[in-house]
């Protein structure tokens, strides 16, 4: 019995020392494991601010882009305006002078018809100027 009770301790103690000589081991693997998770997050990290960068540039591209954009079909609509603006004052123009040419007419054949009654748009006095049959 006391080489059972001597086995049973030394195997305890053999057990005891393999235990106290892996423990540590197996806390620089933690220790390493942490390490390396925590370096994978970083560079994790770091890519996201690169992405970020990246997309921040791409958008400020597309906004200088859009307001380019609309600055320059405001412009096209301003001249377009102008142009319709220009056309419709020339249209007035030419019927203020189309009213003017019918009002001087219209004061011709007035005072073509107190010269002469007798005178019809033709510009001849009825029964002149035309052979009768």
Known sequence: MKTLLIVIIVVVVVLAIAVLTALPRLRQRGAERKQVETERKQ?????HLTS????GARAEAERATA???VARAQRERAEADLI?????REARERLA??????SESESLRE?????????NE???TPGRG????
């Open 111 to 119: 005072r073509a018809a107190e010269l002469d009654p007798r005178l």
């Open 97 to 102: 002078v189309a009213d003017e040419h019918s």
């Open 67 to 69: 307001q380019e954009q």
């Open 84 to 88: 319709a603006s220009e056309r419709e």
């Open 52 to 55: 970020a960068r990246e997309s």
């Open 130 to 133: 035309r052979h009768q049959s």
């Open 43 to 47: 560079e994790e990290a770091r890519d």
């Open 122 to 124: 033709g510009g001849q």
